[in-house]
């Protein structure tokens, strides 16, 4: 069987309201410039993780302006299937990029570790807005519960 391709997921530090982003496995590397307008992505992270983690299918927009990366989650018994597709606006048609089926260990834990790292980074408001404490703490809450059933 082979072993399922872990991702690492860079969080730099934001500057005037951009964030540069590195996402590398294996065989795959992205490194991109985030802006947090209309939403802020590390925070839309944060939900989607959360509703991944209760099987529920969720997209990241990460706007490039115009250009756009959807990184879009779905969960389910067998792991977790990540897709990565770019477009040249948000209502304009998406080119996939990657596919990538993975499990909670080397898809959502790598994600959580790095928005982990993200809101321990001290910037300032006028560059990025931190993501808010009660969102990370229900999505540590999540992972903490999952880590603790599987090895029950």
């Keep these: 069987m082979t072993k399922p391709t872990k991702i690492e997921l860079n969080l730099g530090n934001p500057k005037n309201g951009w964030l540069p982003i590195e996402l590398k ?4 590397k992205l490194e991109f410039n985030a802006s947090n307008i209309p939403e802020n992505p590390t925070e839309k992270l944060c939900e989607s993780l959360i509703l ?13 302006e ?9 969960s389910s018994q067998n792991g977790v299937y990540i897709i990565i ?8 048609n998406r080119n996939l990029i990657y596919e990538l089926n993975g499990s909670f260990e080397t898809v959502i834990l790598p994600m959580y570790r790095s928005l982990k790292k993200f809101s321990t980074l001290e910037f300032d408001n006028a560059d990025w807005i931190k993501i808010e404490q009660i969102k ?15 090895y029950e």
Aim: hydrophobic share 30%; proline share 2%; net charge neutral.
């Design 136 to 150: 990370l703490n229900k999505l540590k809450e999540l992972i903490t519960e999952r880590k603790h059933t599987k």
């Design 85 to 92: 597709s770019k477009s040249s606006g948000k209502t304009e």
């Design 52 to 64: 991944a983690m209760n099987g529920i299918e969720t997209e990241i927009c990460w706007n490039l």
């Design 25 to 28: 496995s294996a065989e795959f």
């Design 66 to 74: 115009p250009e756009c990366y959807f990184f879009e989650i779905k």
